[in-house]
């Protein structure tokens, strides 16, 4: 039964702490295979007075203020509403996206241009999404089906996709796309 104690600098809400807990138990129980019904993790606050490193008192680091499957979900929402200003607010200056066939883009509008040849609109229904911290990025999988319309105006649907993310320091760098349009296309 594995038990965990984690100190931190007072500060955070409880929000944050609530959700730092529920990510180091799915940890524990992926590393050693632990139910996690047994793992227990307390959670402790020290005064920045109360701690140092390197000699100096310490404040701590901002939380990001939403889970990293919100922005994301938010973003899409707004991609889908076509909220392009709105969209851009979850991206990181460095962003870049990659879809079927090596097309990348950095900016949101030349994404936009470069889809109306192949749909008039496109929304997802989302199956699931996996959210996994790496040592500088967050990585969030989503994946669902799509449906929409050709551009001849006929309908799609139950079209498979997959799109990967990353997140540095709150905001979206990169977002990875795949997905079975093309086999779905009339010619």
């Not at 097309?103 to 994404?111: K, M, N, S």
């Not at 006929?154 to 320091?169: K, V």
Request: proline share 5%.
């Amino acid at each position: 039964m594995p038990m965990l104690q984690v100190n931190v600098l007072t500060g955070y809400t409880d929000d944050i702490k609530q959700r730092l807990c529920q990510e180091l138990t799915k940890t524990v129980s992926g590393v050693v295979d632990a139910d996690p019904q047994g793992i227990s993790v307390w959670v402790h606050e020290v005064p920045a007075q109360a701690y140092t490193r390197a000699g100096q008192v310490r404040q701590p680091g901002p939380a990001p203020l939403a889970h990293p499957r919100d922005q994301v979900l938010s973003y899409l929402a707004a991609m889908e509403a076509r909220q392009l200003d709105e969209a851009r607010g979850y991206l990181a200056d460095s962003f870049s996206m990659t879809f079927p066939g090596g097309a990348t883009f950095t900016d949101l509008g030349d994404l936009v241009e470069w889809s109306k040849d192949r749909y008039r609109f496109v929304k997802k229904t989302i199956a699931s999404i996996n959210v996994a911290y790496e040592s500088d990025h967050i990585v969030v999988m989503c994946q669902g089906t799509l449906a929409g319309e050709w551009p001849d105006g006929s309908a799609f649907s139950n079209i498979r996709f997959t799109d990967r993310f990353e997140l540095r320091s709150g905001m979206l760098t990169r977002q990875d796309v795949w997905n079975d349009l093309a086999y779905a296309q009339p010619r």
